[in-house]
């Protein structure tokens, strides 16, 4: 169906699109055929996507600075508190208990109060929960306050790759979607940057800022067209699809693909955990949750949120400042995913990530081993705390450029449009369970035997390398109702 002024029911299509939020207005304009034309119709398409993409991407930045948080600020809050190692432990953990709240009620909440509603809603406690930190004069506003936080982010960290999916044409769709991950070592490293200047109260002030431009920002961008074809909005669906395509794009395929995806699976038929054991279900969800569990397995969480501990323990005395600048490797590792993953792929990515991440921390295992060997004021000593600094930096780099943004990219991808939610939540909850896993045992772990620690990782990476080999199909230059589709055949 091609996009005109009016509709056949006589409705005006140039007022703006009160359900989806949009400032956009309709254009007339005649159509061109022309190269140039059919170039502005792509450019136009381009930018009115990156315009949401970035707006929803404060989420992730968000869900980021929450996990940079903990690193720069444990020896502040632990001093002024009084906290013990175990103490703060559980804050740092309480994160990913508070995300596994939400990630439970994340697909069904996008699914009723769409994608825009659903980011609204979790805004709300990130800023309760950064006041709470902010102000807390003992432990209980601040577990509180991290519970609150992690709540959102549970939310946050399904519904923005979703989103992004479901807007992006199909060229692009790789790239839009590792934004979300981006994002996320945007904030991890903000973080870091700022916990060098500010004290951990005003830290949590600042983390405030971007569920704050968020809120208002999601009324300038439209409703996901995917969600509103769902919920049977057919024009809002139309009027939708054409601001992100650009107003003198043909939107008649994808409209009628769109339509005949929605029609083979009726919103009103209610989708049950015994429906997911048909493989058309089962399978998609299991590659879906296999990768968002590795993901966390591989000990990037605890990597990062104790990353100054690591570098102290590997004898690097301004361990703060190496952290940051860990920060700003992951922000450039991903940024060149990001650019990467419409071309190479989805499969060759994580492949090439997970063998990295396995050979990285190889060596920082072997290092942490030999240094117990060595005396402390030999000069292997130190020249052993360099290459374990060279192995975590090579971790981070490897996990950047695939195993980070890529499972997110793939579960928004290849759920089927009737079970997204109940999967979704299956799938987020699941990568918050191990996160927290993770997250909780680190500092344990590390206590213990920091070699053992990345051993075990080591062993994970290697699982996930065979993982991501044998079962991963590659989704790359597919639309979601093709890749989807793939499933039921």
Known sequence: MSFREDSEDGRDLRKPFLHTGSWYRMGSGSRQSSMMGSSQAIRDSSISVLACVLIVALGPIQFGFTAGYSSPTQTAISSDLGLTVSEFSLFGSLSNVGAMLGAIVSGQLAEYMGRKGSLMIAAIPNIIGWLAISFANDSSFLYMGRLLEGFGVGIISYVVPVYIAEIAPQNLRGGLGSVNQLSVTIGIMLSYLL??????????????????????????????????????????????LQVLRGFDTDISVEVNEIKRAVASTSRRNAIRFGDLKQRKYWFPLMIGIGLLVFQQLTGINGVL???????????????????????????????????????????????????????????????????????????????????????????????????????????????????????????????????????????????????????????????????????VPETKGKTLEEIQGSFRS
Not at 195 to 205: C, E, I, K, Q, T
Not at 305 to 313: K, L, P, R, V
Not at 421 to 450: K, M
Request: glycine content about 10%; proline content about 4%.
């Open 305 to 471: 949120f104790y990353s100054s501990t690591i570098f102290a323990s590997a004898g690097i005395q301004s361990s703060n400042v190496a952290t940051f600048g860990l920060g700003a490797i992951q922000v450039i590792a991903t940024a060149v995913s990001t650019s990467l993953v419409d071309k190479t792929g989805r499969r060759i990515l994580l492949i090439v990530s997970s063998s990295g991440m396995t050979i990285s921390l190889l060596i920082v295992a072997g290092a942490f081993f030999a240094k117990g060997h060595v005396s402390e004021t030999s000069t292997l000593y130190s020249f052993l705390g360099y290459l374990s600094l060279v192995g975590v930096v090579g971790m981070v780099i490897a996990f950047s450029l695939g195993m980070g943004p890529i499972p997110w990219v793939i579960m928004s991808e290849i759920l089927p449009l009737n079970i997204k939610g109940l999967a979704g939540s299956i799938a987020t909850l699941a990568n918050w369970f191990i996160a927290w896993l993770v997250t909780l045992t680190a500092p344990l772990l590390l206590s213990w035997s920091t070699g053992g620690t990345f051993s075990i990782y080591l062993l994970m990476c290697a699982f996930t390398l065979a993982f991501a080999a044998s079962l």
């Open 195 to 240: 916990g060098l200047f500010a004290n951990w109260r005003v830290l949590a002030v600042l983390g405030t800022l971007p569920c704050l431009v968020l809120i208002p920002g999601l009324f300038f961008i439209p409703e996901s067209p995917r969600w509103l074809a769902k919920m049977g909005m057919t024009d809002d669906f139309e009027s939708s």
